[in-house]
């Protein structure tokens, strides 16, 4: 890799069971420099960006992401975003940043209290931020989804705040709302705009054998903030 | 060192004592093995020494009666680098790379706690995949319950209750570990009730180089423990009643194992992770399935042609009190036994460590082939370790043809046929029975995505992962009409590898080897027997046919309740390799103004109601004679097949299995609506529809022609597709009308696909709510 490659984190905790695909993604289908950093580590030290990959960490046991928040290197992730640095997290990563506080709301259990995973429909909400510069506002996109608890919550306080600022990344197009997540909310930013959290999977919609890569912009735009 | 007859610190019988009560026969035990074991130690056994003998020789463990017939499989073939005999079969696809897989059954447990029973069933398999050194990439399910309305069950209420828990236990179990559930296949019957069927298959892929065996070699050697802590759970399953152990404090646990997908997840990495890159230390690693620590400990030490000395205080314990007995039986999860290289102990702790586990050395491999355990400065047992595995006892037993057959044969299943006035109603119903109806309400709570691999995800005849850093794709699916065993145990046989390789095919891939998962009533029933010998010979013949070795199975024996047992239902799982994923084909039409083709064997669409959907549903039972399949001919066809889809003459492919032509020509048309989610989405599916003209009387719509395919073409195709494919015969299009039009010599059928999808597509979930 050229020194100018941005380079990638990808956290593990035990019971990730989606970092593999991030870093499939972002290393193998978009090219860049990007290597696992377990949950234990204590330096982010060298890494342009944080990507939080979905599962089970810690089996899910207790409330989805409540004991990973607690891991060592959450605290450097808290460091890194703070700094302005980007943080995704996707799915479990998502439910990781809420319960850590680095992003407004909760994800509850899915109204239909069913697992669910299906192809998506979801529309970009905003296309101005770093994840997303590379749509176009009210982009469709087909993106899948897995998951038992995505139902995504906040006051009505926080969805007027959420709205205001222009937080909210991505919705569910409606009618197609998975989990019955509040304004058909699929992923929002913090204020700052520099952490991103989104149920739907992106790195699992980058190659077209697999049945869309309308996940590949969301990579684009990040690799471009960051050159 | 005390004696071995001296017993353990709880109050455990005698030696005598074991002889005189007959204790061993609670364990399922008989006189005649326990006198044979008693020979073969030359002394009387201990209680922990017969429990060892027992379980050891118990049909689950050794296969004592249906070896004879396993031995008829073949199981040889170019590609096969791995048959029956360790944790799972490997085939060679190619590019260093190759395929393992093995299906298992965990049918009593899923009857007793349908949810961990399950979730185990997926912990199990997994651990066979990923102890011959191999990523699970994939599993499959094949199940069977009784019936969901109330008029055909007997307690339609607990059936829906397993089948609600059974599928949350997959999921639990699957979606946690992040393997994905790409396909399998669920029927409905009321044989099933008592009893259903949890079958689990599991794939995993391989670098050649990475394999591993199953051995405890070179004497000095270390045995480590590694994984979950060992507890009462799954002690001689549910053979063992409470009352017979344990007068004071310590009483004995449910029989049923409870599955922890989080600690299987840690359990593959760190596996794999000694396995990738510290082999050099590794002589051989075995996953503890049933009968636990004995059962692969012993297996360990017969493969190596070695001893074993295990330390049982030294193995982590998660109760209080374990005896010696319990301790070997016990079937708690997620664990695994290591043979390490002495002096190198450490560093596998290490491992483990980082990961959360323990790994703890617990004996070490001796030369002297005996299987010796101590506890608690005792010598608990002393057996040669050929005793317990390689000379268990193997049974011959009687078979005779079942009284069921001759009354079934009497039986005239054309008069399905009559009952069949209005076809477009038929076709309506068959499309809304369980068996025939989507099962998305189902796989719709699995993931089928996690590992970024899958093609086609469930709802196709086949399930497709890529394989990465190649051209290549597998294709994988489940399949066993048991209606047509219980008809005809050998045509039946033949016809559920057919159906498979039927699967395998339509998805464009060719055919490379099977797994099995024998369910079957009580083996001491000579009708029984003559079920599982003349399926095996069924299936032995088509596996010669397609080429297609068995290359690991499982049996699963007593799915009996009140003597009454289920269909005999052995589940053919398949794997097929595709050489380029250009080939990957499904059953969707994708583009109207396509020519449609049945292509079938040089007899056509036959009367086969013999145990078909229709009759069943027409008739309320099944009966007949089944007619005989040409497995010549089916291959023929399904060679044909093979060359048009390389060729890129074909657009769509499906084959014709329960409900008919009528029903294959349906599911082509429904596609997937864009809420689904298969990845192969269609925006012209909601108006797909078929406009064809068979030259058969209305009933053959629904008649189950073994060996049979629907295929759409290109119409600028069409020609090369017929030179290609001669037999072929042409039957109209694909239409952007939305409507199903069937000519027949009759009324046909014509129905609004879209009203014909929402009954196949709705019946399930509002016959389980």
Known sequence: ?227 | MKSTNASAATAEPTAEEVRDTKIYRNWSMTDAEYERAVGMLGRLPNYTEAGLFAVMWSEHCCYKSSTPILKTFPTKGPRVLQGPGEGAGIVDIGNGKAVVFKAESHNHPSAVEPFEGAATGVGGILRDIFSMGARPVAVLDSLRFGELDAAHAKDVDRNKFLVDQVVAGISSYGNCIGVPTVGGETEFDACYEGNPLVNVMCVGLIDVKDIQKGRAAGAGNSIMYVGATTGRDGIHGATFASEEFGEGNETQRSAVQVGDPFMEKQLVEACLDVIHNHNDILVGIQDMGAAGLVSSSAEMASKAGTGLYLKLDDVPQRETNMTPYEMMLSESQERMLLCVRAGHEEEITKIFTAYGLDAVTIGKVTDDGKYTLEHKGQIVADIPVRALTDDAPEYHLPDTEPARLAGLHATDASAAALHITNPSETFLKLLASPTIASKEHIWHTYDSQVLTNTVIRPGSDAAVIRVRDTETALAMTTDCNGRYIYLDPEIGGKIAVAEAANNIVASGATPLAITDCLNYGSPENPEVMYDLKRSAAGISEACRTFETPVISGNVSLYNETSHEAVYPTPMIGMVGLMEHTDHITTQDFTTAGDAVYLLSGSQGIRPDFAGSEVQKLTTGSIGGVLADVDLDDIKKTQDALLTAIRAGLVNSAHDVSEGGVAVALAESAFGFDSKSGTGRNNPQADVLGVDVNLDIDDPLLFAETVGAFVVSVPSSKAAAFEAAVPAATSLGRVTDDGMLTIATRGSGIRVATMSAKKVWKESLACLLN
């Open chain 1, 1 to 227: 890799m050229s020194v100018s490659s941005p380079r990638f984190a990808v956290i593990v905790f035990p019971g990730s069971n989606c970092d593999k695909d991030l870093l499939w993604g972002i290393k193998n289908v978009a090219g860049m420099d990007a290597e696992f950093v377990r949950h234990d580590a204590t330096s982010l030290d060298g890494f342009d960006a944080v990507l939080i990959p979905g599962g089970f960490s810690y089996g899910d046991y207790l409330r989805c992401g409540a004991i990973a928040r607690f891991s060592p290197v959450m605290e450097e992730v808290r460091r890194f975003a703070e700094e302005g640095k980007p943080v995704f997290g996707t799915c479990n990563g998502f439910q990781i940043l809420c319960e850590a506080g680095l992003l407004p709301g909760v994800l509850l259990r899915n109204t239909s209290l069913r697992f669910v995973c299906e192809t998506a429909d979801v529309e970009v909400a905003n296309a101005s931020t770093r994840f997303t510069s590379e749509y176009a506002d009210g982009q469709q996109l087909r993106l899948p989804v897995a998951h038992a608890e995505g139902r995504y919550t906040v006051t009505d306080e926080e969805l007027a705040d959420l709205k205001a600022n222009g937080q909210i990344a991505f919705r569910y197009a409606k009618g197609h709302n998975p989990n019955g997540s509040v304004d058909d909310i699929a992923g929002v930013t913090n204020k700052a705009g520099n952490v991103l959290g989104m149920m739907p999977h992106p790195e699992r919609a980058v190659e077209k054998l697999l049945g869309s890569d309308d996940g590949l912009p969301f990579f684009t735009s990040l690799i471009n903030s960051l050159q």
